[in-house]
């Protein structure tokens, strides 16, 4: 925070310059999340009896929502969202009648978001592309997928991701789930896994296992849909 740290008596008339400033530079929240932004600098009495506090946001004015729940010396952000982020600059003045003094101060502070982010990776890629794979013999396509700041509601389901099968010169192939021979969905290990009962050279394709915004707690899912993120590996079968 930018503020300045002048000190004196200059009597009542004019106020001079106090250390009150915002405990942090920069806010970095989660969506979704809850978090305080604290001033410090004085007395909690000075604050809560004595002290006037004005805010702009971007340079337009700005008053915390009856949601945001406004304190005498900060106040706290519920929910925090996107349209949160943003340069802060706080104003406040202070007069104490016991005080030979009055006392002004300015400071700035800037809000961010911290985006979730989203990675996937085929945990066994390399052992299934090295060379071909003997066709009748079961396997699995096991995915990974590490999230931060991003939760799923059931991280068990083993739809959180979609399994696309992609050969050349046709549009990527949307599977489904089956309780057939051919091929089904499960989780396991904490990878989900697309898993093969008795693969046909006819199986041959590349696979892309999908990451599935939906498949996020809801608040995450406005994150989780600005995210394309998938991983593949080319398999063969004779």
């Excluded at 506090?53 to 304190?71: A, F, L, Q, R, V």
């Excluded at 030979?100 to 052992?127: H, V, Y």
């Excluded at 990878?191 to 995450?220: G, I, M, V």
Aim: proline share 4%; hydrophobic share 30%; charged share 30%.
């Amino acid at each position: 925070a930018v503020v300045s740290t002048q000190s004196g008596h200059y009597g009542r008339g004019e106020p001079v310059e106090c250390d009150v400033k915002a405990e942090k530079d920069v806010y970095l929240g989660v969506r979704g999340s809850s978090f305080r932004v604290k001033l410090t600098g004085a007395k909690k009495k000075e604050f809560r009896q004595y002290a006037e506090i004005m805010y702009t946001k971007d340079g337009e004015t700005w008053t915390p929502s009856e949601e945001d729940k406004e304190k005498f010396n900060g106040f706290r952000i519920v929910d925090y969202a996107p349209e949160d982020t943003g340069v802060y600059i706080g104003n406040i003045f202070i007069d104490n009648p016991k005080e030979d003094r009055k006392q002004k101060c300015t400071f700035t502070f800037e809000m961010k978001i911290n985006e979730g982010t989203i990675s996937l990776s085929i945990d066994n890629a390399a052992a299934l592309s090295v060379e071909p794979l003997k066709a009748g013999r079961g396997v699995a396509i096991q995915c990974r997928v590490d999230l931060t700041n991003l939760i799923f509601e059931d991280v068990k389901n083993p739809n959180n991701v979609k399994w696309y099968k992609i050969i050349p010169g046709e549009a990527p192939q949307l599977m489904t789930d089956t309780t057939e021979d051919s091929h089904n969905f499960n989780y396991a290990r904490q990878t989900y896994r697309l898993w093969f009962a008795n693969p046909q050279p006819s199986d041959s394709a590349t696979y892309r296992c999908e990451f599935s915004h939906e498949a996020l707690e809801e608040k995450d899912q406005a994150a989780g849909s600005e995210i394309n993120a998938f991983a593949e590996v080319n398999i063969q079968w004779n």
